[in-house]
């Protein structure tokens, strides 16, 4: 057996063997990645091995699977997987300060989840503190430009994750912070103030690598400029303001004299102020200084960010400052159904295509709370990706994988039939039927039963004149007047049910297709927040009485 076929058969033993029997290929995954990254290269063979072998797992009895796990050495392999993440270099507990800069342009979607968690996760791992840094200065892009609601919404999101952290900053409240010094690195003549056309400036620097003419002004000069940018007698388009680099010493154009300041004419900002502020710092310089003025230690962030390292050295270079410790993450892609994209989101709200920000459709973490996505859940699906540098898709069905097992014992069981289709029963064996709450649990429902039934319209026509089994109820010849013939357990279809007392309700499903049908009586006393199962469906979540979100299978 191959090191992976290793891998992968000792998790879903120990899946297996954790629920009660059955192991789930979504998880098994999760969990051999989480061991093995870079199994993550071809996923479409991992989950034909995975499939193979949870097959042959579930296939033993459970005593079987759980002497084959003992062998394996499990429990002690589990105990070091989950003493947390890699250790950050240079780190003391203690001393450890770290940043979340999230742009307040909506609430969170799944791709802020992992930079969220996995600060998190090192501020308490090393008893450090977390500051959250609004970065919110770009009052310009449409795909940038901050909503005032969003701050709180970012706020409610971080504590349903149960992120703990302590000082707000809103980077748009420093500008002075950010003009001082910059003002400060004009006349260390570390930085100029360009009046290039932006064609021109990178034709001349980037593509024939000659320095621009304002790189050689007089500090007189460029703060003269640099006044008459403050005051706006420059306009948007006719001056930036540029740190100064060592042409010959970098190679990444995107790097050389690169922009920490711009003109806005016209800044769509909610906190802009009276009359509004026309210059607005770079994302790249406003948390540069704030890193170093907050006493920022370690920066967890993307790979993609890369670039914004590199410019930062050149400023912290300039300054004399230390650069904090850094950790980069690969890119969390997302697959082309996932609409992440919040200006297309704003769009969609407002004709009417999406009901808002917690729309199922999404993948924004209001969408998931709405559903029943635990954030416990998404924590440790974060957390199962490990911390490499190599791109990762975002998998869902391993996000609801993780959520299964952190609801699947408390989750009360409940009958729901779509479209329903009225039968009769010649006899009626019982008035109440007692089925399980939740499978293996002491807790029963009582379901009044009568000889009105209704089953769902796809089981009647799909087992007209066969037998079948109302679930922990009687078996039937399914017809407009069905014959019962007993109680005995039998192989034979199983279909769910409604009688007397069933209550109109409404399942949301993940595309937005709205499911109407029947709900067996206590499904009634839900409360608003409760999650439970409807069976041979899935896990939903009431959102109030009649009215429930559908969360996964």
């Known amino acids: 057996m191959s090191d992976t076929e290793q891998i992968i058969?000792?998790?879903?033993?120990?899946?297996?063997?954790q629920f009660c029997g059955k192991a789930e290929i979504g998880s098994v995954i999760g969990k051999a990645i989480a061991e093995k990254p870079e199994l993550k290269a071809d996923m479409n063979a991992l989950k034909q091995k995975v499939a193979k072998t949870v097959s042959e797992v579930n296939a033993l009895n459970p005593e079987e699977q759980k002497k084959e796990l003992e062998k394996?050495?499990?429990?002690?392999?589990?105990?070091?997987q989950r003493t947390g993440l890699p250790p950050l270099p240079g780190a003391e507990k203690g001393k450890v300060i770290m940043r979340m800069a999230p742009n307040p342009n909506g609430p969170f979607h799944i791709g802020h989840a992992r930079m969220v968690i996995l600060n998190d996760e090192y501020a308490k791992m090393y008893k450090g503190k977390l500051i959250l840094r609004f970065d919110d200065t770009d009052p310009k892009n449409p795909n940038k430009v901050p909503m005032k609601e969003a701050y709180k919404w970012m706020e409610e999101d971080l504590e349903w994750l149960g992120v703990r952290y302590g000082k707000v900053f809103r980077a748009s409240s420093r500008l002075p912070v950010y003009y001082k010094h910059f003002k400060n690195l004009l006349e260390t003549e570390s930085a100029y103030v360009c009046t290039c056309g932006q064609e021109e400036w990178s034709r001349l620097v980037r593509n024939e690598r000659k320095e621009c003419p304002c790189k050689s002004l007089s500090t007189e000069e460029n703060l003269k400029r640099w006044k008459d940018m403050l005051s706006h007698k420059l306009k948007e388009g006719q001056a930036v303001g540029r740190i100064k680099t060592d042409m010959e010493k970098i190679s990444d154009p995107a790097v050389i004299d690169w922009v920490a300041f711009r003109i806005v004419d016209k800044p769509e900002h909610p906190f802009a102020g009276k009359p509004p502020k026309k210059v607005w710092p770079m994302l790249d310089f406003a948390s540069a200084i704030d890193d170093y003025e907050f006493g920022i230690t370690h920066i967890v962030r993307g790979k993609d960010l890369a670039v914004s390292e590199a410019r930062q050295?050149?400023?912290?270079?300039?300054?004399?400052?230390?650069?904090?410790?850094?950790?980069v993450y690969g890119k969390f892609m997302t697959t082309e159904e996932m609409i992440l994209s919040k200006?297309?989101?704003a769009e969609g709200i407002k004709s009417g295509k999406f009901s808002g920000w917690d729309d199922?459709?999404?993948?924004?973490?209001?969408?998931?709370?709405k559903r029943g996505i635990l954030p416990e859940a998404i924590r440790n699906y974060i957390l199962g990706l490990g911390f490499g540098e190599s791109e990762t898709t975002v998998d869902l069905e391993i996000l609801y994988s993780e959520n299964r097992k952190l609801?699947?014992?408390?989750?009360n069981r409940y009958f729901f039939v779509a479209e329903p289709v009225e039968i009769g029963l010649d006899k009626l064996l019982t008035k109440i039927v007692k089925a399980p709450l939740y499978p293996g649990g002491k807790k029963?429902?009582?379901?009044?039963?009568?000889?009105?039934?209704?089953?769902?319209?796809?089981?009647?026509?799909?087992?007209l004149g066969k037998e079948a089994r109302l679930m922990h109820f009687c078996n039937i010849v399914v017809g407009k007047k069905s014959t019962v013939t007993g109680t005995e357990l039998k192989n034979i279809p199983k279909l769910h049910w409604v009688s007397k007392g069933a209550v109109k309700t409404k399942l949301v499903m993940p595309d937005g297709k709205i499911i109407s049908g029947l709900a067996e009586p206590s499904a009634a006393n839900v409360r608003a927040g409760q999650i439970v199962q409807f069976e041979r469906i899935g896990f939903a979540r009431c959102f109030r009485k009649g009215l429930f979100y559908f969360a996964h299978k």
């Open 9 to 17: 058969r000792k998790h879903a033993l120990a899946n297996a063997v």
């Open 407 to 411: 609801i699947d014992k408390t989750s």
């Open 343 to 345: 200006s297309k989101i």
């Open 72 to 80: 394996t050495g499990w429990q002690k392999i589990e105990k070091e």
């Open 313 to 327: 050295k050149i400023l912290y270079g300039h300054t004399g400052w230390k650069y904090p410790i850094t950790r």
């Open 444 to 463: 029963f429902r009582k379901i009044p039963a009568s000889k009105k039934i209704f089953i769902e319209k796809q089981d009647y026509a799909a087992n």
């Open 360 to 369: 199922p459709r999404l993948v924004m973490l209001r969408a998931f709370r």
